[in-house]
């Protein structure tokens, strides 16, 4: 409604009505009535208290110079940037630490598998005492497992100093803890008494596994690896066995942990594996 | 190639070890790798990659290393160590090409050389 009409209507009512309905005509009328004076009844209102004035209170300094000094850093202090770097730091290492140790899990407990393992299982060998030895022999204790040869050219015996180096690495840290197994894929020509002479020259704690053709050959099928022999081999003549190149860690369930190959140096494989050992929670043999 | 038979032990051990019927000790097989070495180095310098391939001109130019790296290597390990020269020497060809290409270097090692 238009003001005009809105004040004419007014004047109308007030000189004609009485005074209660003209009440009401002006609430019809006009947007007076939204506001109406009379309320609900309500609590009375809590003494509050008086306002704060819109302007933050000032901190009140000593010293002008403290003052200025305030005024020109601003709310930073050296004090604060420290503590921001330092949290920022500390959280920064706690995120990346947990990020290691849940992808060494991550590792751990994909390799487990659920029912039987994938890579390991049972089997019975001889060492180069000619004691036999079964899978039983190494639970209860982490093993490297490393195939090879004597034979080998080149890379078997750079493996086995790595491996004797990352052992002794390891033995340091937790002594008795590791047990470094050496089995040959060539057992026609590596029996007990030359994988005695052949690991002494690297380490006198390997444990060396040879066997029959057959239990090497299911030995080798149980932890996945490759190895072929010449077929065409003449008694006598020499030949190469081709054969995989990765040690494999145990637990002590028996169970695959990891793969360790050529690009990881002794001190890397030694902490992969004393870092696998710190997240084991059973108990654990030493030798 | 025929060797000839002798009496003396030493020579009857590096016999064995020629033909594969011992394998060789540690020292034996520093010996063999350090003759190989020696011998690989005359190849580069004749710049010959296959010595099984160019025979004659290996024979040649590298004789004498030829002859101490097969008498102090196994015979196997001869023809094994030619092989994975010619190997090696394409691989790292085809990494330097990669490199080149901007590919990104993954942490391998092929050298003989332990790591410390």
């Known amino acids: 409604m238009s003001q005009p009409a809105t004040t004419a209507a007014r004047a109308l009512v007030s000189k004609n009505l009485p005074k209660a309905t003209r009440q009401q005509c002006l609430r019809f009328f006009s947007t007076a009535s939204r506001n109406a004076t009379t309320k609900r009844p309500t609590a009375a209102p809590c003494p509050s208290k008086p306002r704060q004035p819109l302007t933050q209170q000032r901190r009140t300094f000593k010293t002008v110079e403290e003052a200025k000094s305030r005024y020109r850093s601003g709310p930073f202090s050296l004090k604060a940037g420290l503590l921001f770097v330092a949290t920022g730091a500390g959280l920064m290492y706690y995120f990346e630490h947990e990020k290691e140790r849940m992808q060494r899990k991550r590792i751990a407990d994909a390799t487990k598998g659920v029912g039987k393992p994938k890579v390991g299982g049972p089997f019975e060998l001889i060492d180069q005492n000619g004691n036999k030895v079964t899978q039983e022999d190494l639970k209860g204790r982490y093993s490297l497992v490393y195939f090879g040869f004597t034979h080998c050219p080149d890379i078997c015996p750079e493996e086995l100093d790595k491996m004797a180096r990352m052992f002794d690495l390891v033995e340091e840290k937790r002594p ?15 029996g007990p008494e030359e994988l005695k002479e052949y690991l002494n020259e690297f380490h006198p704690k390997f444990i060396g596994l040879t066997g029959t053709y057959d239990q090497i050959k299911a030995m080798c099928k149980a932890y996945r690896v490759y190895f072929s022999t010449p077929t065409n081999v003449a008694p006598g003549q020499d030949y190469l066995v081709d054969h995989s190149i990765y040690f494999y860690l145990m ?23 004393v870092d696998h050992m710190k997240e084991w929670q059973k108990p654990i043999r030493t030798a | 190639m025929v060797w000839p038979l002798s009496s003396s032990p030493e020579e009857k051990r590096a016999t064995e070890i020629r033909s594969g019927a011992v394998a060789p000790t540690r020292a034996e097989r520093q010996k063999c790798w350090e003759s190989r070495d020696l011998y690989f180095a005359c190849l580069d310098k004749n710049s010959i990659i296959d010595a099984l391939k160019d025979e004659k001109a290996a024979a040649k130019a590298c004789g004498a290393e030829s002859k101490g790296f097969e008498r102090d290597c196994a015979t196997q390990w001869v023809t094994y160590f030619k092989k994975w020269r010619v190997q090696d020497i394409q691989k790292k060809a085809r990494l330097a090409e990669l490199e080149a290409q901007g590919a990104n270097k993954l942490d391998v090692n092929t050298d003989f050389a332990p790591r410390t």
């Open chain 1, 176 to 190: 008795g803890v590791l047990a470094p197994v050496f089995v040959t894929c060539d057992p026609a020509r590596d």
């Open chain 1, 251 to 273: 637990d002590p369930d028996g169970d695959f942990v990891e793969a360790l190959g050529r690009q990881h140096s002794p001190e890397q494989a030694a902490k992969i594996i």
